[in-house]
């Protein structure tokens, strides 16, 4: 599911809901204690009763001595699904030179209701080669890529300068302290992950959500906040783990751990009970909170 249609979703919940909203007011700083937020415009805005926090790992607002820089990262793009396509439409498929090359492609739905069904596609590369990629020629690179895998040939004509991929770093943070006084962190401002088990969208859904239960459930808020750690924080932390342990496998500079990963891992990955657990790992099953919770 594309980002900007969960964005709709909430934009029109907001309005229905009558939420005041300002998109023209960037935040400078944060006090938990008020709370209150200021603008960089300098105004500020006081008498809140919480402060939710939603900036992702890379705001001025989430300290950076929390978290790292992971190596790699990828050049993304987001295409109309093509005609004739020999790609799977229900699965990521990718293909790998060891750990240090893999491209991918995988459906990502719908823009809007009536738009064209879309695909992204992705290219693994070092953050450190990011600026000699864009020095380097165009059609140098599509070679390098169409050999790694021949299908993705029929993409190739989307790009025809390098501002047509994005680059994305990989950033692996966690907040120490995810509440604070009134100010409360979710999605990446809380827990940031390479993308390997594809959960970045579904953690931060899964945090609003608790965050919702456990105010609906109790007009305390300190109550309500620690609550909402408490359905979360075990299910942050096992996946900030596993996504950790399982990066450098896919992304990564190792010649052991992809001889591992083909020759080990991908075998004992087709016997059972393995199919099951590795489908509950990467649609977030595993570990995942409770559907309702009782805070009396």
Avoid: C
């Avoid at 088990?197 to 620690?226: K, V």
């Avoid at 979360?232 to 996504?243: A, C």
């Amino acid at each position: 599911m594309q980002r900007g249609l969960i964005i709709e979703a909430l934009l029109k919940a907001e309005l229905a809901a009558g939420t005041e909203l300002d998109l023209a007011a960037p935040i400078a700083d944060a006090d938990p204690a008020a709370p209150s937020i200021t603008l960089e415009s300098g105004a500020r805005m006081t008498d809140l009763d919480l402060v939710v926090y939603a900036h992702g790992a890379r705001s001025s607002l989430t300290p950076s001595e929390t978290g790292v820089d992971l190596p790699y990262g990828a050049l993304w793009a987001t295409l109309p699904w093509p005609k004739d396509s020999a790609f799977d439409a229900t699965a990521l498929e990718q293909r790998y030179r060891a750990a240090h090359q893999m491209t991918g492609v995988m459906p990502s739905g719908r823009l809007s209701q009536e738009g064209p069904e879309t695909l992204t596609y992705f290219w693994s590369i070092r953050g450190d080669q990011e600026a000699a990629w864009r020095a380097s020629p165009l059609e140098a690179w599509k070679r390098d890529a169409i050999a790694l895998w021949p299908e993705t040939e029929q993409l190739m004509a989307h790009f025809q300068t390098h501002e047509d991929l994005t680059f994305a770093r990989y950033r692996h943070h966690t907040a120490r302290q995810p509440v604070v006084g009134k100010l409360v962190r979710i999605g990446d401002a809380w827990h940031a992950a390479s993308p390997q088990l594809g959960q970045g969208a579904n953690m931060a859904l899964l945090d609003a959500w608790a965050l919702a239960e456990a105010m609906r459930a109790t007009a305390d808020l300190p109550a309500a906040l620690q609550h909402y750690l408490r359905l979360r924080r075990s299910h942050v932390r096992l996946y900030q783990i596993m996504t950790w342990l399982f990066t450098p496998v896919y992304q990564g500079d190792s010649r052991i751990l992809p001889w591992l990963r083909d020759w080990l891992a991908a075998p004992l990955s087709k016997i059972w009970p393995a199919p099951p657990l590795l489908a509950a790992m990467v649609s977030g099953s595993i570990g995942a909170p409770l559907k309702r919770l009782d805070l009396r």
